[in-house]
């Protein structure tokens, strides 16, 4: 409207964006259901305390990512809205918002929870906004492969605020999100290709070819199925999960197969269809397996 | 008047400065309720220190020390024990 509007003017809602609030709701809600199923009871507040510092965490890592990859950020369609990009935030803001959240988060779940639980949200926060975004991003198509581990952590640090550390159940649903995530962000690169090209990024469409992405996608749900089975079998799973877990991961097969069956051809002419409904699933699957854990420790309670 | 014309920079700076408000006194109170509740939860010591005082029931134990009953007990005038025949004086 005015020229002097675009000045980073900025209002609440755009540093709120900077923490990226949709990547947050799985942090939470599963950083929550690795605190909820882990043995030993914990005082509600405190409960809500770490679930919401870990967020915050989880959020800084985020303000910190967006800072670093503005570049990016500004040529991809998807994120060229992002506050940076658009000038409603300047970088120099993001990263002191993203150092001074990464802080606080860490220093108040050291205090509500433990130390354990503390120092992995710190090095979560390392491993996403310096191993993920400042290394492994731009230089190899296994990027979202290892990165994934960054978004696998907030159920093992949920574990660990209640435990005060590792064991085998937490172990197992951070193999469900690190086997989950590539099969997961490869079918969205499948069907959002032209955006990573633009931007240099080396997703394995753009490095090894679209056909190679076909069959690693199939080839992760065949990885991942053991290990969220394996998961129900351990003292957190049960019945309820192990029903849910079966049914879905079946589904998650076939339709990581369909996917492969297919040649791009067919994909362009039905407008990206079973790509666009395995990335769906995927939202569904991840969201589910957590979801029968909560109702199986309610259950078996 | 055009001087007090709201201007939309306005009403995004407004944004802002309530949105602070709001964050800073939530985090205060959250700080409060933290406490509350983990001075009631932290078992007999985080109560028992309350006065700043060395309290010998609340130090750790010293390595090594094994604390056993005496075989000489000192008993206070009048009780059961001294009437049963322990010394009455240290």
């Not at chain 1, 952590?153 to 649903?173: D, H, K, N, R, V």
């Not at chain 1, 690190?178 to 099969?183: I, Q, Y």
Request: proline share 5%; with cysteine.
């Amino acid at each position: 409207m005015t020229t002097y509007q675009a000045q980073g003017e900025a209002e609440f809602g755009d540093y709120v964006a900077l923490l990226k609030p949709r990547v947050m709701s799985l942090v939470v809600f599963t950083a929550f259901v690795g605190l909820v199923v882990a043995p030993g009871g914990m005082h509600p507040l405190v409960a809500f305390c770490a679930v919401l510092f870990i967020a915050i965490g989880g959020g800084a890592s985020g303000a910190l990512n967006m800072w670093y990859d503005a570049d990016i950020d500004a040529v991809m369609r998807r994120t060229r809205a992002r506050p940076i990009p658009a000038g409603r935030v300047s970088g120099a803001e993001a990263l002191g918002l993203g150092l001074a959240l990464s802080g606080l988060s860490v220093m108040m779940l050291g205090l509500a929870a433990n130390w354990f639980a503390a120092g992995f949200l710190a090095f979560t926060i390392f491993f996403y906004a310096v191993v993920y975004t400042m290394w492994l991003k731009r230089s190899t198509p296994q990027n979202i492969v290892i990165g994934g581990a960054a978004g696998a952590f907030p159920p093992m640090i949920g574990w660990a605020c209640a435990t005060g550390g590792i064991s085998l159940e937490s172990l197992l649903m951070f193999a469900l999100i690190f086997f989950w995530t590539p099969p997961h962000f490869w079918a969205l690169a499948l069907f959002m290709k032209e955006d990573y090209h633009e931007a240099g990024v080396p997703m394995l469409t753009v490095t090894h070819g679209r056909d190679v992405t076909r069959r690693h996608i199939f080839a992760y749900t065949l990885v991942l199925a053991p290990f969220a089975i394996w998961l129900g079998l351990t003292p957190v799973g049960g019945p309820v999960y192990l029903g849910v877990a079966v049914a879905l991961n079946a589904l998650f097969i076939w339709r990581g197969w369909q996917v492969m069956r297919r040649s791009d051809a067919q994909s362009n002419a039905d407008g990206h269809r079973a790509e666009k409904s395995f990335f769906k699933l995927s939202l569904y699957y991840l969201f589910a397996h957590f979801a029968a854990l909560l109702v199986q420790h309610w259950v078996a309670a | 008047m055009a001087l007090r014309t709201e201007h939309e920079l306005h009403a995004r700076r407004r944004s802002r400065n309530l949105g602070l408000l709001v964050v800073l006194i939530g985090f205060a109170a959250l700080v409060f309720a933290l406490s509350v509740v983990k001075v009631s939860t932290g078992g007999g010591a985080a109560l028992e220190g309350y006065d700043h005082q060395v309290r010998p029931s609340l130090l750790p134990r010293d390595e090594g020390v094994e604390i056993a009953p005496s075989d000489d007990p000192v008993a206070a005038p009048g009780t059961p024990a001294a009437d049963a025949g322990a010394r009455a004086e240290p």
